[in-house]
């Protein structure tokens, strides 16, 4: 896997629409999130899409790609943000051209539907970030201390391996777009995270799970040898789907051989789920387990995903878990 170039203050980043265009029906709250970045040291290059109609972006895949594209090649620009997520950045896939994307790796962010994004560069052989966008979470992280603190440490300080650790409070959405720019709902104590038996190493790989589905099949989908000791990390969105419709989810993955390679489970915690419903998402996760014969490390409940605060997870990176211990790290920082 190619690792990217770690940010410094002064570097110039980009930012561009990939999904749905919400800057431009909501641009309190995308512009909260520009000055957050900045506030960081960032400097900020919009790019044409950022700012376009929902109607627009929808009609014009191609300009969404040709965003990315431009951005891969300008020398200039040291990473790239997406603005928010959606449901239709796959269409956008055929447009890209893998060429540019490999032989131009830099920091790319973003999660929900950006999953399609980041598992196609990742299959390409670059190293990406599942991690918050300009609008969800970016622009809303200071209202939890340690949000932005862990958020600037893993992109800008200077580290060999990353412990990753439960955050204390947590929220499961936004308050009002149309009303507070930059709020949570309301802030929660975080439960712990639930940790299985046994260990595992691997590079970490995944994302939403529906957005996994969008993909599954396709051309975009990875090859059986890709999945080879991979540690995987799979989320719910805000659409809420059921545990059912994860357990269907992770069957169709244990039939197709992907739990059979992978080492490793990785579950963020599931947004808008009461106390039960997590217990019965937890309790179908081990039972597609149980019926695969399948002895997987697991753990979850973590923090990442589409609640707040989200941990920054690279794809690609070399990572470990250790149930006794408690313990999942990055064996390696994803930077050069």
Not at 284 to 292: A, C, G, P
Request: charged content about 25%; aromatic content about 12%.
């Amino acid at each position: 896997m190619k690792k990217v170039k770690r940010l410094e203050k002064g570097d110039t980043v980009a930012v561009m629409s990939l999904s749905r265009g919400l800057p431009k029906l909501f641009p309190k709250v995308y512009e909260t999130g520009i000055r957050n970045l900045e506030k960081m040291g960032l400097k900020i290059k919009e790019y044409p899409t950022t700012k376009k109609s929902i109607n627009y972006l929808h009609s014009h895949p191609e300009k969404r790609a040709e965003d990315i594209n431009n951005a891969f090649m300008n020398k200039e620009i040291k990473g790239i943000f997406t603005s928010i997520g959606g449901e239709d950045s796959i269409r956008i896939l055929p447009y890209i051209n893998p060429k540019i994307i490999k032989n131009n790796p830099k920091l790319f962010m973003g999660f929900s539907d950006t999953a399609t994004t980041n598992i196609y560069f990742n299959t390409l052989g670059i190293i990406t970030f599942n991690g918050p966008s300009i609008m969800a979470g970016i622009a809303q992280m200071n209202n939890i201390t340690d949000y932005q603190e862990n958020f600037k440490k893993f992109l800008f300080e200077k580290w060999s391996t990353f412990s990753y650790k439960p955050f204390t409070t947590y929220s499961d959405g936004y308050a009002n777009w149309s009303i507070k720019a930059n709020k949570f709902k309301k802030i929660k104590k975080s439960g712990p995270w639930n940790w299985g038996k046994g260990k595992a190493t691997g590079e970490l790989f995944g994302g939403c799970i529906e957005v996994l589905n969008f993909i599954n099949g396709t051309k975009y989908w990875p090859k059986k040898s890709f999945w080879n000791k991979k540690i995987l990390f799979i989320e719910t969105s805000e659409e809420k789907p059921s545990p059912d419709y994860v357990k269907y989810t992770m069957r169709n993955f244990a039939v197709q051989g992907v739990l059979d390679k992978i080492s490793g489970l990785l579950v963020g915690r599931a947004r808008n789920y009461n106390p039960s419903e997590k217990e019965k998402l937890d309790y179908n996760i081990k039972l597609v387990l149980k019926e695969f014969n399948l002895d997987l490390p697991l753990v979850t409940n973590m923090d990442f995903g589409h609640t707040d605060p989200q941990h920054i997870l690279p794809l690609g990176a070399k990572a470990s878990i250790d149930c006794e211990k408690k313990e999942f790290k990055l064996n390696e920082s994803p930077f050069l």
